[in-house]
């Protein structure tokens, strides 16, 4: 299968609690993107790296959030000190530069109790 | 900032009915992004429109965008049950083609036999 993978694809903490997200994005793709999708809602945009440098953050990219994609190919996600408004969906996405066709992995989901 | 809005939020139709489903987008944009999901699911790429007037059809699916009026439409003809899932539309964040993507609410669409 050479599409996105995510792990771990489900996470259960406790509030306070530091985790960490791992993307896996399709080979020859450079773009990597990070979103946030809560029940009921669509998908809200973290951040993205093109290679191995992060080119945006949005504002809900709290500064408990961090990511990186050291060597241009995987990237992870942390999220430090969860509170039980992180509980959520937490969806890579990879996509080649020009066309910007995301193909989205299975997601990770979050639950802090 | 911009915004994306779907209408309608919910619509539940007849096997063999068409219908169309809007996304207005606030700022300009250079390209619309359609994707679908099923409950449970992740994000299945549906149809990239790259220009004013562009149309795109798969099976019973139909997109087109009009970038001067903010204005997507993805149409359902003949509508069958396997077409039953949530239907967002996403433009980029900052309106150019490198970004992250601005997602609409979705429509919860469900097809009865």
């Known amino acids: 299968d050479t599409g996105v993978s995510q792990d771990p694809r489900h996470k259960i903490t406790k509030r306070g609690q530091n985790v960490t997200f791992r993307c896996d994005p399709i080979?020859?793709?450079?773009?990597l993107y990070w979103y946030r999708q809560t029940l009921g809602q669509g998908p809200e945009f973290l951040t993205y790296?093109?290679?191995?440098?992060?080119?945006?953050k949005s504002r809900l990219l709290s500064d408990r959030f961090s990511a990186e994609r050291p060597k241009g190919s995987f990237s992870t996600l942390e999220i430090q000190r969860t509170e039980q408004g992180d509980s959520a969906m937490y969806l890579c996405?990879?996509?080649?530069?020009?066309?910007?066709?995301?193909?989205f992995g299975p997601g990770t989901r979050l639950t802090v109790l | 900032e911009l915004k994306v809005e779907q209408n309608p939020l919910f619509l539940s139709m007849q096997e063999g009915k068409n219908y169309t489903i809007y996304c207005n987008y606030s700022?300009?944009?250079?390209?619309l992004y359609w994707y679908r999901q099923d409950p449970g699911k992740s994000l299945e790429s549906l149809f990239v429109?790259?220009?004013?007037?562009a149309v795109k059809q798969e099976g019973r699916l139909m997109a087109s965008l009009d970038t001067k009026a903010r204005l997507s439409t993805l149409h359902i003809t003949a509508a069958v049950h396997d077409l039953s899932a949530t239907y967002f539309c996403?433009?980029?964040?900052?309106?150019?083609?490198?970004?992250?993507?601005?997602f609409g609410k979705g429509t919860h669409l469900i097809i009865q036999p």
């Open positions: 996405a990879s996509s080649l530069a020009w066309l910007n066709e995301q193909f």
């Open positions: 080979s020859e793709h450079n773009r």
């Open positions: 700022t300009t944009s250079d390209r």
């Open positions: 790296f093109q290679n191995e440098a992060q080119l945006e």
């Open positions: 429109l790259l220009s004013n007037g």
């Open positions: 996403a433009a980029p964040y900052s309106g150019g083609g490198a970004d992250g993507l601005t």
